[in-house]
């Protein structure tokens, strides 16, 4: 033990990460939420709802073990388990959403989204825009565009992770988390399926024009999204939080990153995942969420 104390601690810990930091916190408290419509759901019966509670035990007792393996290490694997296991879960979260909305409403907002921009654009810019434009080569931009977000998370974590250490990454992927349960829970409340589902065929994400990122985006939205989680664009929200987060942490990684962002905007319209007013909705929650959890995070450091 007296050997082991003596160890270097990995990715520049100077003291052991105790029982319960704020991302664990902010992970339960989120799989504990998620769980009451569930809870709700299952009592009313709708399908799906008890292995989601399953699901979500099993989240829970994970990051018990992993808090508990992981308060007074000196070894890097399970440190690099703490930091990771959170955002693993993101994914599992966000495919819930679409078995909560239906407990909390009885019908997708859609209609009233798609009818609100009639009004202010006298068009659907979500159809009218890939009509008006109708290049290959367009469509292939914007579709790396949104591919190339999907790696914005692993690399920016990593990348501050094994160059500014633990405490650097562990900050910004509280505040990312914190972002997208904030969208999650905002998607139950105010669910929008989106017009790739919402407008004629209502078949979801169908393979776009292009030449190889079209079939790369392909490969992730056709089985990876949900008829839910259209506004705010949770998408737009964090590819601008992690891009400021770069523009201080990763200065050398701000501008690729802010480029791929700027891309994104109009890419979410064109590809027909998003409504055009879900954009400055996600680019106000990201911003929203630096600025918050930046002086939240600041208090705890004076304190």
């Known amino acids: 033990m007296a050997g082991s104390s003596l160890r270097p601690r990995p990715f520049g810990l100077k003291e052991p990460l105790g029982s319960w930091r704020?991302?664990?916190?902010?992970?339960v408290a989120y799989a504990l939420l998620a769980s009451m419509p569930l809870l709700v759901g299952m009592v009313r019966g709708v399908v799906g709802c008890q292995k989601q509670l399953i699901v979500n035990a099993l989240i829970l007792?994970?990051?018990?073990?992993v808090v508990r393996w992981s308060r007074d290490t000196t070894a890097w694997i399970p440190t690099l388990l703490r930091f990771c296991y959170v955002p693993l879960c993101y994914l599992?979260?966000?495919?819930?959403?679409e078995i909560i909305w239906p407990i909390m409403?009885?019908?997708?907002?859609?209609?009233?989204?798609?009818?609100?921009?009639?009004?202010?654009?006298?068009?659907?810019p979500s159809l009218a825009f890939r009509a008006t434009f109708p290049f290959p080569w367009l469509s292939e931009l914007f579709c790396f565009a949104y591919f190339a977000y999907y790696f914005?998370?692993?690399?920016?974590?990593?990348?501050?992770?094994?160059?500014?250490?633990y405490l650097a990454?562990?900050?910004i992927a509280l505040a990312t988390s914190l972002c997208f349960f904030a969208c999650y829970a905002t998607f139950w409340l105010f669910p929008t399926v989106g017009p790739h589902y919402f407008f004629p065929p209502h078949l979801g994400p169908q393979l776009y024009d292009g030449y190889s990122f079209n079939h790369l985006l392909f490969f992730l939205t056709s089985s990876g999204e949900i008829r839910a989680g259209a506004f705010p664009s949770s998408h737009i929200a964090v590819a601008v939080l992690l891009t400021l987060f770069a523009r201080r942490d990763l200065p050398r990684l701000f501008a690729p990153l802010a480029l791929i962002t700027v891309l994104m905007f109009p890419a979410v319209v064109y590809l027909r995942a998003h409504y055009l007013l879900d954009v400055p909705a996600g680019i106000l929650?990201?911003?929203?969420?630096f600025v918050i959890t930046g002086r939240i995070q600041g208090r705890g450091s004076e304190a």
Do not use: K, N
């Open 61 to 65: 007792t994970v990051s018990m073990c």
């Open 105 to 124: 409403r009885t019908a997708p907002l859609d209609a009233g989204l798609a009818s609100l921009e009639g009004r202010l654009f006298h068009a659907q």
């Open 22 to 27: 704020a991302l664990d916190v902010a992970l």
């Open 92 to 97: 599992i979260f966000y495919r819930q959403i």
């Open 152 to 165: 914005f998370t692993p690399v920016v974590f990593l990348t501050v992770l094994f160059r500014r250490g």
């Open 285 to 289: 929650t990201g911003l929203l969420a």
């Open 169 to 171: 990454a562990e900050r």
